[in-house]
């Protein structure tokens, strides 16, 4: 999907994600390989990626595990770049939100019919 708009300086921008973004301030644990969990804040999030602040720069090629309330993201660090004192972490999902959906309504229906 390709989308225009422009910013506050009047300057044209095209969207060239293949998926809307969702705009979110979330409270994440990012657990990387070789580097400590740490907290992180979920910026965006789309079906197929998101994007992160971090306090520390993670490794582009990391697998990363993003954890939250009701909340636990799989995925590939595609781009990291320090902004404003803190990392910026670009996120392909390994799984797709759709199918993490899929997952979760196949979970309720097994607990449903193990209860009856």
């Known amino acids: 999907m390709t989308k225009t708009q422009q910013d506050q300086a009047g300057v044209t921008?095209?969207?060239r994600r293949a998926e809307p973004r969702t705009k979110t301030i979330l409270s994440v644990l990012l657990r990387a390989p070789d580097v400590h969990p740490m907290e992180a804040c979920?910026?965006?999030?789309s079906s197929r990626g998101a994007r992160l602040r971090a306090p520390q720069p993670i490794p582009v090629g990391a697998e990363i595990r993003i954890e939250a309330e009701d909340l636990l993201?799989?995925?590939t660090v595609k781009r990291c770049c320090q902004t404003r004192g803190a990392h910026e972490v670009g996120i392909v999902l390994t799984m797709p939100l759709q199918i993490l959906g899929d997952l979760r309504r196949l979970n309720d229906a097994l607990h449903r019919s193990a209860g009856e």
Request: aromatic share 10%; net charge negative; glycine share 10%.
């Open 42 to 45: 979920l910026l965006d999030i």
């Open 13 to 15: 921008i095209v969207e």
């Open 73 to 75: 993201l799989f995925g």
